[in-house]
Each structure stands twice: as structure tokens, then as C-alpha cells.
């Protein structure tokens, strides 16, 4: 006969001894499942299709107002882009806004396979949420600054983040910067206890997301020891927040209808028009 074998369940898991350890740290969620990133938006390559775009025009060739027409487009192009990448789905880019503005990455943020490593990602996301609190705290809602700046400790009211979800759009190396935004997904209510942020990781190189998460973001009151519903300093800077976000997107919806009109007229005033002949340049022969 075998021997037997002796199976030892794990002994239960015990509580943190310390909850104010945990501020603006992660836990894993119970009875509900992480809430999921928005799929990518149809307009993702946007800004590259219309350099491209742009290019092809300037190679058919141009006449001299039509070339200063395609520099007035590049120009806007490489002087708005972060609103017309992230502002266009209501990020607010403002530099007063922004988690992380131009941010360096450094070479030791790359693992051996040559990219940034998976993780600094997170603490990416982290470092420009605690960001866009104290933003609240010195530039949105001064008036209300202490409170804000009370929910980054473990002394009364502050903010845990409950669970994170990353997804990963390209491996971004070194050189490069990142920028960092974050926008409300929906806007709370008063019996509400937490509340869902969407972030943009963009890399400043290629001009385009790194990175999207989604976290999900609890109230909790050190000194009672449990979850608490919003308070009304937070929902009326949050009410705020969200009408320039819903603004953001109308306008730059606007602002790339007026760039996508300039750039058919390029089109259809070289390469599209009809009898079109390709300007290879000339040559003189003595």
C-alpha cells in the first residue's frame, strides 16, 4: 500500500494590523469583478492618418498657398496634439490638470526584454493620481485645499485605490517622456462611496497612448475604520470636472472637423482633383 499523504489546509489570512498603511494603496475586490478598460476608440490612429495625409499632398506637390495651408495644419498638429489625442475624449490636458506632464522615463525603468517593464506603468498611473488629487487641492478647489490634501493621509477621510486594470498598447522604450492624464468615467452621486478613473498613458515620441487603466477608487474613513459616501466639497469640484470634461470633447471634436476640412481641401487640390499630375520637379539640360 502507499503511504499516505497528509494534506495541511493554509491557516486564514489574518487583517492588516495597520489599515492606515493603506492609503491610496491596492486591495483586492470582493464579490465584484475590476471594472473594465473602454475598448480602443475607432479614431486611435487619428493624428498619424492625417500627417500622413498631409505628407502624401506635400510629395504630389503644392502650390506656395496650398504649402502654407499644409504648415498651418502641421503646425496645429504638433502644437495640440494631446488635446486632440486624449482632450478629444475628455481628458483635460491643462497643465494645471495634468497627473504627469512630460515626464522623463529613465533607462532602469526597462526590463530585459528591452521595453519599459510592465509595472512602472502602475506606478505611473499612481504617482499621476496622487497628482490629480493635489491639483484639486492647489489649483481646482483651493478653497477647499486642506480637505483635499487630508484625503492623501491615513488621518480621516482618504483615498484607496481598490483595484487597477492596465492595458498595454505598444512597448514604449528609452528615450522617450510620458504624460498622464486622468478623467472621471461617470459622475458620482451622494450615496456614492467610490468612484471610477480612466487614465492615458501617452507616450510624448510616438504621440500616441502607451497605456490606458481603469481604477477604481474607494472613500474610506480611517478613524471609523470603513468605506464612506462622498463628501459634497468632492461632488461639487467633481460636477465641475465633469462639464469641462464633456466641453473638452465638443470642442476638440470641433477643432478636428475644421483640421479633417483643411486637409480634404489639400487632397482635392493635388493628388485628388481631377487630371491630377504627379509634380516630379524639373531639370534643365545645357
Not at 493624428?47 to 506656395?64: E, H, M, N, W, Y
Not at 515626464?103 to 496622487?130: C, F, L, P, T
Not at 514604449?172 to 504624460?179: E, F, K, L
Amino acid at each position: 500500500m502507499p503511504p499516505r499523504i497528509l494534506l495541511q489546509l493554509p491557516k486564514p489570512s489574518k487583517p492588516h494590523p495597520n489599515p492606515s498603511l493603506r492609503t491610496f494603496s491596492s486591495s483586492r475586490r470582493r464579490q465584484q469583478e475590476a471594472p473594465s478598460t473602454p475598448p480602443e476608440p475607432s479614431h486611435a490612429r487619428w493624428l498619424s492618418q492625417t500627417k500622413a495625409r498631409v505628407g502624401k499632398c506635400i510629395i504630389f506637390g503644392l502650390d506656395p498657398s496650398q504649402t502654407y495651408q499644409a504648415g498651418l495644419v502641421l503646425k496645429a498638429l504638433g502644437e495640440e496634439w494631446r488635446g486632440l489625442v486624449a482632450g478629444r475624449e475628455g481628458f483635460l490636458v491643462e497643465p494645471k490638470r495634468a497627473g504627469l506632464l512630460r515626464q522623463k522615463i529613465v533607462w532602469g525603468e526597462m526590463d530585459s526584454m528591452g521595453h519599459i517593464n510592465n509595472v512602472m506603468y502602475v506606478r505611473y498611473a499612481e504617482s499621476a493620481r496622487v497628482n490629480w488629487a493635489h491639483n484639486y487641492a492647489v489649483h481646482i478647489d483651493p478653497h477647499n485645499g486642506g480637505k483635499w490634501s487630508e484625503l492623501l493621509t491615513p488621518r480621516g477621510d482618504g483615498l484607496i485605490l481598490r483595484s487597477i486594470r492596465t492595458d498595454y498598447k505598444f512597448p514604449m522604450t528609452w528615450p522617450d517622456h510620458i504624460s498622464v492624464f486622468h478623467k472621471l468615467r461617470s459622475l458620482p452621486s451622494s450615496s456614492d462611496s467610490a468612484f471610477i478613473l480612466d487614465v492615458m498613458i501617452l507616450s510624448e515620441l510616438h504621440q500616441r497612448p502607451a497605456a490606458r487603466c481603469v481604477e477604481d477608487i474607494v472613500l474610506y474613513d480611517y478613524k471609523k475604520g470603513r468605506k464612506t459616501e462622498l463628501r459634497p466639497f468632492m461632488l461639487d469640484a467633481f460636477q465641475e470636472t465633469w462639464e469641462r470634461q464633456e466641453e473638452a470633447k465638443r470642442k476638440m471634436e470641433k477643432r478636428i472637423e475644421e483640421l479633417d476640412k483643411l486637409v480634404r481641401d489639400l487632397e482635392m487640390g493635388s493628388w485628388d482633383r481631377a487630371g491630377a499630375v504627379e509634380d516630379f520637379g524639373t531639370t534643365s539640360v545645357r
